[in-house]
């Protein structure tokens, strides 16, 4: 079973793509801020982050750009979440190394197929 790490901080955010993610077999940890986040890494084996680019404190694209530099943190796909369009917030999710960017509110098979796409099978349906 694959663990993936929702950080928001919206609990309702965190809430929805808890349960769209563990619909489809998926262990989550959830964070609501960059330290816990931090924590949570540090003690769990994660194989996919759901990252919200604009929180409170350490945003999520430096939160990004530590994951995707971490040693530590190998093979960790990160997606970036954010409730801007348009190109400067294109630009800046690029920049922050993450593997995928995508604009707010996202849909329940729209994660079903990132989840399928990232994550590597285990043999269950």
Not at 19 to 30: D, K, M, Q, T, W
Not at 33 to 49: G, I, K, N, P, Y
């Amino acid at each position: 079973m694959s663990t993936v790490l929702v950080v928001d901080d919206d609990p309702h955010v965190r809430r929805s793509l808890r349960e769209f993610i563990e619909l489809e077999g998926h262990r989550v940890v959830e964070a609501a801020d960059a330290s816990f986040a931090r924590r949570a890494l540090a003690q769990e084996r994660v194989d996919l982050v759901f990252l919200d680019a604009l929180m409170p404190g350490e945003s999520g694209t430096a939160l990004c750009h530590s994951i995707k530099d971490d040693p530590e943190c190998c093979g960790i796909k990160v997606i970036l979440l954010t409730g801007f369009d348009g190109e400067r917030a294109w630009q800046q999710g690029l920049r922050s190394g993450a593997d995928i960017f995508l604009v707010m509110p996202v849909n329940r098979e729209r994660v079903k197929v990132l989840l399928e796409e990232l994550l590597p099978s285990d043999g269950q349906a």
